[in-house]
């Protein structure tokens, strides 16, 4: 097992106002696993995928993440255990403006002191057909193509888990199999774990398993 929530929460505000946007959600996920997280916006979904990425403590509960409890951890090393082990697509791309695409790609993975895999990464940014922009700004890029720099991004740094939020939600269909497939195939090659978070069946019905979240709880678990 690579990643267990133990009894999540995560309430907003306090009384008659209060949110709870998460509410003691058991989950477990195992090592090379593609699992997607669907449900109504409003869910919770956002709420889980930022708990289990670091980026946020619960109210209440427990993320263990290869054998460590995450939030135990003193901030700046929870930062660290995150950028080593996680790597993130989110909605917004957050790429840095003033650096080119790849400079952008390679930048987490010299922050971490690790070599670049050039080879790679130029074989992802070939399937991802985005080679061409390499030397390009982002403010030169369509949406889909900010989108597939930071999908490139969070697999170049070969993470054990990829966490993506909606990560096909600005491409047309065939450009969200591709990805679909290219990150199937990353994390084939490099034994890393998916979880993405989706409104589309379609992608939700290539992973190995479905986590549908309403109100805040994991209602079904489907295998495909
Ligand atoms: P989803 O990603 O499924 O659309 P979210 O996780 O974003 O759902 O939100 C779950 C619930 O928590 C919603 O009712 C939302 O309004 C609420 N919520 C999320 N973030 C906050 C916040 N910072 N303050 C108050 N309420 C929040």
Not at 124 to 140: C, F, G
């Amino acid at each position: 097992m690579i990643l267990e929530g133990k009894k999540l929460c995560k309430y907003y505000g306090t009384g008659e106002s209060q949110v709870k946007a998460i509410h003691e959600i058991d989950f477990t996920v195992e090592k090379g696993e593609f699992i997607s997280i669907v449900g109504q916006s409003g869910a919770g979904k956002s709420t889980l995928m930022h708990i289990i990425g670091g980026l946020d403590a619960p109210t209440s509960g427990e993320v263990i993440m290869n054998g460590t409890s995450i939030y135990t951890l003193p901030a700046n090393q929870l930062a660290v255990f995150r950028r080593r082990e996680i790597g993130f697509v989110f909605q917004a791309f957050n790429l840095v403006p003033s650096l080119n695409v790849w400079e952008n790609i390679i930048l987490p993975i010299g922050l971490d002191g690790k070599k670049a895999d050039f080879e790679y990464i130029k074989d992802i940014l070939n399937t991802l057909d985005i080679y061409e922009k390499r030397t390009s700004l982002p403010t030169a890029l369509s949406g889909g193509q900010q989108q597939r720099v930071a999908i490139a991004r969070a697999i170049a740094a070969k993470p054990s888990i990829i966490l993506a939020d909606e990560p096909t939600g600005n491409l047309d269909s065939r450009s969200s199999r591709d990805v679909l497939n290219l990150l199937r195939l990353s994390i084939q090659r490099y034994n890393q774990t998916l979880i993405i978070v989706t409104h589309n069946e379609d992608i939700a019905s290539l992973s190995d398993r479905t986590v549908r979240v309403v109100d805040g709880s994991i209602v079904v678990e489907a295998s495909q």
